[in-house]
Each structure stands twice: as C-alpha cells, then as structure tokens.
C-alpha cells in the first residue's frame, strides 16, 4: 500500500499552497516547474514561463540562473541571503534562496520572502516615529506661535507711532522676520486638517503633478510616465495627495540636476499589509530619479522634519508627504542606490478603508 505521504495529490496540494515560491529548472536553465506562489512574485503564469527562461520574463531571472548554474557545476546544495531580486519591472523584493541540485540534473530554487519582516518592522518605526514628533512639533509650535503674535502686533503699532521713514525700517525687519517665523512654524505643524475624500482618479493627480514640474524642470530632464490604466479610483483628497507627491517629485528633481530622468510609475498590489491592516488591493505610486541617491547614514532620518542636505531647503517637505498619506491609510517608503532612487507611495484601494 502506498503511504499517505508519498500521495503524489497530497504532495501536489502541499506545494500549491506553499508559501515559498519554488521552481524548478533542467540543465539548460529552462523552466519545469512553478508553484503558485512563485507565479504570484513574478506575476506570470505556468503557461507563459514552462520551458522557457526565467531571464525572458523576469529582470530577476539571470541571477536566479546564475545561482542554479552555479548549483548544477557544484553538484552541492547552498542558500544565498538576503538578496535582492527585481522580481517585475521596478518591484524589488529580499529573499533568501535556497539552491538544490536534483540527481536528474534539475535544480530546484526555493525562495523565502524576508521583505514581509523587514518591512513591517521599519514601517512601525517610521510611523511612530512621524507620531511622535509630530506631537512634540504641535506643543512647541504652540510656544513659539503665542509670543510671536505679540511681538508682531507691538511692532505695527509702535510702527503707526514713528515718523521717521529709517526707524520705520526697523519695524518692517521685526514684523518680516516674525511672519517668517510663522510660516515656518505652519509649515512644521503640516496638515491639520482631516482630509476631505471624495472619489478621484491617481492618474488625475500624477498629471496635475507632472504639469506643475515639467515647467520647473530644466531641458535636460526627462519626465517619463509608466501608468497602469486599470487602477481603480480610490477615495482621497486631491490637493493632500497632489502637495504630497509634488514635495517628492521637486526632491528628485532637485537631485537629477540639469541632466536626469524622473519616472512616474503606477501598479496595483494584491494583499498588503499597511501598519497591521491587511488590504486586498492598494494602489503603488513609484517616483522613481536617476540622481545621486541618498546617503545611507541619512536614509533612517530623511521622513525627519528639519532634516536637509540643501543650503536653501526646510526638510519638511517629506515629513508632511508622510503626514498627509498616512491621513489616507498609506505610506511612503524610499529606497536608494546612486543613480537609482525610488519613493514608493502606498495607498489602500477598499473602499471600506478609503473613505
Ligand atoms: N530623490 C532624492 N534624491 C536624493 N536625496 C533626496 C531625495 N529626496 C529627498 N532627499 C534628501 O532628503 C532631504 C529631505 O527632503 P525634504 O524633507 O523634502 O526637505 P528639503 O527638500 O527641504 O531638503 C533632502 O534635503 C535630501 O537630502
Ligand atoms: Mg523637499
């Protein structure tokens, strides 16, 4: 009798319902087999990727080939760690993938996604984080926004008591330099309002964005759009969403200089999980620049407001695009190596969590 455990039906449901994506590939490199959850990562199916390469389909491919190779010569099982895998144009993920050669000359590649653990962690972190000095930025701005009202108006009316048109220059530096001061403090609080959603289009937004830079923009740099029309509408208000993604596309504008190019990408994702809330559909918002990159040591700081590396600039236009689309029950992420630098706005598409 056949041991239930050997059922070739029970070992196949075993594998569909994996939660590691496993393939395997023959001598040539070729395509045998791919569970569900690896057609899932790459998002194709087993028809359009059996007996073909991976490296076809998938950027993904030469590495996971070169790692089967690589198991093939050695005949000796291994897992690389931590590796970085665009698994679709643009959508990188880290997995540990572990390597078998099979005695038939198959190799068989096991994936572990790590970025679920990664990710949740560093994203509980960025919104407590944006909490939490947020908090101590209301109180303080309270402080500062009392005293300087007073000031001010001391200033206009010691102003109406002077006639003398050179001490009167006095007054105007106090009263500029106290308007100052209070925009900078508004500017530090960000939002405060509840934003007031109705159903928009993301596409609207991006264009309305796209518009406003490209007459900022210098010739040298190219704005290029990558949209996927399918995305359904989500509930959101629009200026929120616009001064968000304009305060991440200026920055990378900013980087790129007089010669660059800057990419407006959208896709859609299935199960994601938001700061402990699981969607079924979000919608992704890449802004992707050709610029320098950010320094690694900076990476952990730049959602900090007052954060900046710019002579001129206020390090809070990123503080208050985090404020704004965690408002919307998103958040944004940012990812950097020189010459390749992604924001990534994510935005829940139910609408039970939208509006
Ligand atoms: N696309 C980018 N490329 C390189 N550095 C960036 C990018 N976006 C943001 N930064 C860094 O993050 C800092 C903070 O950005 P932000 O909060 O918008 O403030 P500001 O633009 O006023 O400096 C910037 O000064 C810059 O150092
Ligand atoms: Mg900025």
Known sequence: MVPTDTNPALVQRVIENLSSAVLLMDESLCVRFINPAAQALFAISTRQVTGQKLSAISPAGKLLERAAQQGLESGEAFTERERRLEVSVGRYITVDVAVTPLTDGDVLLELAHLDRRLRITREQHLISQN?????????????????????????????????????????????????????????????????????????????????????????????????DPSIPPLMAESNQLIQATLNIVRNALQAVGEVGRITLRTRTQRQFTISDVTHKLVARIDIVDSGPGIPPEMMDRIFYPMVTSRPEGTGLGLSIAQTLVNQHGGLIECWSEPGHTVFTIWLPLERENGG
């Open 131 to 227: 909490q939490a000095t947020r908090h101590l930025l209301r109180g303080l701005a309270h402080e500062i926004k009392n005293p300087l009202g007073g000031l001010r108006g001391a200033a206009q009316l010691l102003e109406r008591e002077l006639n003398d048109v050179e001490l009167k220059e006095y007054t105007q530096v106090i009263i500029k330099e106290a308007d100052r001061l209070r925009t900078l403090v508004n500017g530090m609080l960000g939002p405060n309002s509840r934003p007031n959603k109705r159903k928009i289009n993301i596409h609207e937004i991006l264009e309305r964005v796209r518009q406003l830079v490209e007459a900022e923009a210098p010739s040298g740099v190219t704005i290029e759009r990558d949209y």
